[in-house]
């Protein structure tokens, strides 16, 4: 058992809140829409994990769309896996004076992880970005009655697509999470240091 000195119990509580908090926002960007059509032609919205399409009505369905939610499944499991290793810690840390040192080198493996997975979410945005190159907005043609012009839609990136696609928030973030995974790991074994010196070394400096 380690003890859970002031400076100790701060970063596992900082450690933790960075991870639910991540979490979070990995499954904001999961769900929130990426792209927007807005018209007759085609209209609806598509996520990473879903997608709602309609042509004047009818649904579409895209095979490629179909199968990128299934690509997210490491990403699910990663996020519940950390948020739940970031509650037991809060829990662990704010009602003893000790914990286990099984807890913290839990909490910094889920920061690892969460830095891993970030880059993650570039190559699931370019999936449905090359999924939906080949989705029409308009289409027109010549008739026996004439040139054909059909109203086409409008198609948009929302703010979670750009967010994705900048570089430096997702970068940021990774340097966040290996800084706190840092600084954790440092404390274990500083604590772990300070038990192994035992009683008599404390008290003959």
């Known amino acids: 058992m380690l003890p859970l000195t002031k400076e ?24 929130s829409p990426l792209v927007v059509f807005e018209g007759e032609f085609l209209n609806g919205s598509v996520a990473v994990t879903w997608y709602r399409l309609v042509n004047y009505g009818e649904p579409v369905h895209h095979p490629g769309l179909d199968s990128i939610p299934l690509l ?21 840390s704010s009602r003893s004076r000790e914990v286990s040192h099984v807890v913290p080198e839990l909490l910094v493996a889920s ?10 979410f570039f190559s699931l945005r370019l999936n449905v ?8 907005t308009q289409v027109g ?23 994705i696609k900048q570089f430096y928030p997702i970068a940021s973030l990774s340097i966040l999470l290996i800084a706190l995974a840092a600084i954790i790991g440092y404390e274990t074994v500083r604590v772990l240091e300070t038990l192994s010196k035992g009683p008599d070394e404390d008290t003959s400096m």
């Open 129 to 136: 970005m090359h999924a939906l190159a080949v989705l029409p």
């Open 72 to 92: 997210t499944i490491p990403v699910f499991t990663a996020v519940f896996f950390s948020m739940s290793i970031g509650l037991l810690t809060i829990f662990k």
């Open 8 to 31: 100790f119990r701060k970063w596992l509580l900082a450690g933790s809140l960075a991870s639910i908090a991540t979490g979070f926002f990995f499954i904001f960007l999961l769900i």
């Open 111 to 120: 920061l690892e992880v969460y830095m891993i997975f970030t880059g993650v």
């Open 141 to 163: 043609g010549m008739g026996s009655a004439g040139l054909l012009v059909v109203p086409g839609s409008i198609r948009s990136e929302t703010f979670t697509s750009i967010l």
